[in-house]
């Protein structure tokens, strides 16, 4: 019954390679969100997608590109992976209809760590 | 630009004892305020939420947040802090523009000692 699941949980993988995370929310949920925590456990958005539609890209590089297949599913994937791309990689989705102010919940993370 | 503050790194607090963790706000319009907890290797778990109305506001595990618009503040308190409260809380502020995205203060990491 997880709500808001990302696989993998751990991902460790070397500079210049190519991977992805995967983000997938049981909830009925119409916008999707990734979130970034750096190591001083700062959280800055980095993408959000509402019906499967691209509302925010706050500066991220291009080198990350989301994709959003239905409204249930937002993934990530990342090209030439850089050092500073290690952190933790958090998804979260919100109801819109109802209210503006619903909260968001977000799913367990996924730590990738860059060598 | 919204923007939330947490002046405290870190919050050492006994069992038993009151615990609040201090969270300031800025925004042009009204507010609308979150509190999360996460716990070590966990994601976030939504406490409570500031929309409207009484300036105090209940939550999940015996939390609760005082609202006030003078002080621009929303501090997180309980009035009895449990070991298992030890844990890493954010303050959050929905953004005034349409993605309604949430902009997260630092962190304030809670102790409690037994």
């Known amino acids: 019954d997880t709500a808001v699941s990302q696989t993998p949980k751990y991902l460790v993988t070397q500079m210049g390679n190519d991977k992805s995370i995967k983000c997938e929310q049981n909830?009925?949920?119409?916008?999707m969100y990734w979130y970034k925590q750096d190591s001083k456990k700062f959280l800055k958005i980095m993408f959000s997608?509402?019906?499967?539609?691209?509302?925010i890209n706050e500066t991220v590089p291009n080198r990350f590109s989301p994709k959003s297949p239905d409204k249930a599913h937002l993934n990530l994937h990342i090209n030439s992976l850089e050092l500073g791309d290690s952190a933790v990689y958090f998804c979260a989705s919100r109801r819109t209809g109802g209210g503006s102010y619903n909260e968001q919940f977000f799913g367990p993370g996924t730590r990738l760590t860059v060598l | 630009a919204q923007s939330v503050a947490q002046p405290e790194d870190q919050v050492n607090v006994a069992e038993g004892n009151p615990l609040t963790v201090k969270c300031t706000y800025s925004?042009?319009?009204?507010?609308?305020l979150f509190w999360y907890v996460q716990y070590p290797n966990r994601g976030l778990q939504f406490l409570l939420k500031?929309?409207?109305?009484?300036?105090l506001v209940k939550g999940s595990y015996g939390f609760e947040a005082e609202f006030n618009k003078s002080q621009t503040s929303f501090h997180l308190k309980k009035p009895s802090a449990l070991v298992s409260d030890s844990a890493l809380y954010f303050c959050?502020?929905?953004?005034?523009?349409?993605?309604?995205?949430?902009?997260f203060g630092s962190g304030t990491r809670l102790l409690v000692r037994p």
């Open positions: 959050a502020v929905r953004a005034e523009d349409s993605s309604y995205k949430l902009i």
């Open positions: 925004v042009s319009g009204n507010p609308y």
């Open positions: 500031y929309i409207t109305g009484d300036n």
């Open positions: 909830l009925g949920h119409d916008t």
């Open positions: 997608y509402n019906n499967k539609e691209l509302i």
